[in-house]
C-alpha cells in the first residue's frame, strides 16, 4: 500500500521541494494551495509524470478559516490514512509596528499558527500510528529580525507548539517535529536586489542561501527517524556565526 502526505503550501517553493522529496521516495501526495492554479496543477503533472505517483492539488487558503474543512473534509471524503503531514503554508505582513494593523496581525496568526493547530486537531484520526508531522518554522523565530514583527513572532509560536504538542500526540503514536530554515534561495529571495543578497550571504558561514532541495532533505531526515521528536531543526547554514 502505498504512503500518503499532505503537505500545506506544497505547489510551490519549499513545499514544493519538499513534495519532489517525498515524490521519490514513493509517497503519494495531497498539496495545498492558495491562489496560482495553474502552477498547482503543472506541479501535480511534473511528480505524476516524474514519480509514478499519485498528487492532488487542492485550493485551500490558509488565511481563510472555511480551509480547515476543505482539507479535512477531502481527507475524511476519502477514508485516506496519512504517513506524513508537512505544514509548510504561511504569509507575512512587512509593515512597520507603528503602522501595523490588528486585521494584519490577526491574519498573520490565523495562516502561521491556527490553521495549522486546528487542522491538526481535525486530522489527528487520519493520521497512521507512527506518523509524522513537521512544521516550517523559521530561524526569524530564533533570532529576532527587523522585517516583520508578526512573522517572527508566529513563528517562535510554532516552535513553542511543537514541543508542547509531543505529549498531547503521545496516544496517538504521533511524532512532532519542526524544520527551522535560515535564507532558502526560493524565488522570493532570488528576487531581492544583489546588494541585499550579498549582505546575507556575507553572514552566513558557508556564504551562499540554502538550495530549497537540499533543505528537503532536513525534513526527509524527520521523517525517517522515528526516533527524533520534539525537536527543531536549524538549518542556516551558520548564519551569523562568522
Known sequence: MSKYALITGGTKGIGFSVAKCLGQMGYDLLLTYGTDTETAQNTCIFLRNKYNIEATALQAD?????????????????????????????????????????????????????????????????????????????????????????????????????????????PHS???????PGFVDTEWQKNKPAEIRKSIENKISLNRFCDPDELAGVYKLLIENSYINGEIIIADGGYSFK
Open 62 to 170: 490558509s488565511s481563510e478559516k472555511e480551509s480547515i474543512d476543505i482539507v479535512a473534509r477531502h481527507i475524511e471524503s476519502k477514508n485516506a490514512k496519512l504517513d506524513v503531514i508537512v505544514f509548510n503554508s504561511g504569509i507575512t505582513c512587512r509593515d512597520s509596528f507603528e503602522e501595523m494593523k490588528f486585521e494584519d496581525w490577526d491574519r498573520v496568526f490565523f495562516a502561521n499558527v491556527h490553521y495549522p493547530t486546528f487542522l491538526l486537531q481535525r486530522l489527528t484520526g487520519n493520521i497512521n500510528s507512527g506518523g509524522s508531522v513537521i512544521f516550517t518554522g523559521s530561524l526569524m523565530g530564533i533570532l529576532p529580525h527587523a522585517m516583520s514583527l508578526s512573522y517572527g513572532v508566529t513563528k517562535s509560536t510554532i516552535h513553542s507548539l511543537v514541543k508542547n504538542l509531543v505529549k498531547f500526540l503521545v
Open 174 to 180: 504521533i511524532r512532532v517535529n519542526a524544520v527551522a
